[in-house]
């Protein structure tokens, strides 16, 4: 049977040619229409499945790259959350049990990398109220970096995937104080006071208070230097996987200013 549009007039079927009458030539016409609406169908169908396509594989790529971001702010919510438990006495003391050890037995996944002075007053665990496995911790006087606190933050952000880097100072700093001071540096001590040394020259063309201002500097100067840190810190930064960001801790108040 010819379903076309034009061709009502006559048809042929098994007996021969057949005059269509008006019925045959209406349902001959909603043949057609029916035949150009699903083609029409097909097309929308097409453009849709071209439409959802792009835009999933769009959305992924840029959900790819926010998702770094995301994961780092994310956990630096969880740290300041965490300090301001710590600071208003609510702490929840999370991953401490025998359960978390149980877990972390089969590898590690810390959220955060802290970079903090080795002032016994400033322990990360206790002040951002986290647990085992949480946080992936450098200390030495002052919150420097040398080649091997660069090394294990790379590990930490190249192995184990950790987002985010806290350069963590604090109030009444000592090795800033003594270093603001001057005098001789015996032993070791003299690499620790070199290393603050270019905060301090920044803070005496400063006003206010000189020590506070040399420890937010150097805080800043440590942060500058992780960032840039060739090859493997700087290309993830660069490539927005990694944050790193500086914070000032208040040895008074509890709490830790996100710089
Ligand atoms: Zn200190």
Known sequence: MNHSAASCEVSEDRNGIVIRGERECWISFFYWMFGYWRL???????????????????????????SHHTEADQALKKLTDGNKRYASLKQKHPNQGVRRRAEVSKGQKPFAVIVGCSDSRIPPEILFDQGIGDIFVIRDAGNIVDDVALGSIEY????????????????????????????????????????IIPAVKKAKV??????????????DLVTKQVKTSTPIIAKLVKGGKVKVVGAYYDIDSGLVEIL
Do not use: P
């Not at 270093?179 to 006071?193: D, K, M």
């Open 156 to 195: 930490a952000v190249d192995h184990l995937g950790t987002r985010l880097v806290v350069i963590l100072g604090h109030s009444k700093c000592g090795a800033v104080t003594a270093t603001v001071q001057g005098g001789e540096a015996h032993g070791h001590i003299g690499s620790i006071a070199k290393a």
């Open 40 to 66: 029409v169908i097909y097309l929308d169908d097409f453009y849709q499945i071209f439409y959802y396509t792009v835009k999933n594989y769009t959305v992924k790529i840029l959900e790819g790259i926010m």
């Open 206 to 219: 400063k006003k206010g208070d000189i020590i506070d201002n040399a420890i937010r500097i150097n805080i």
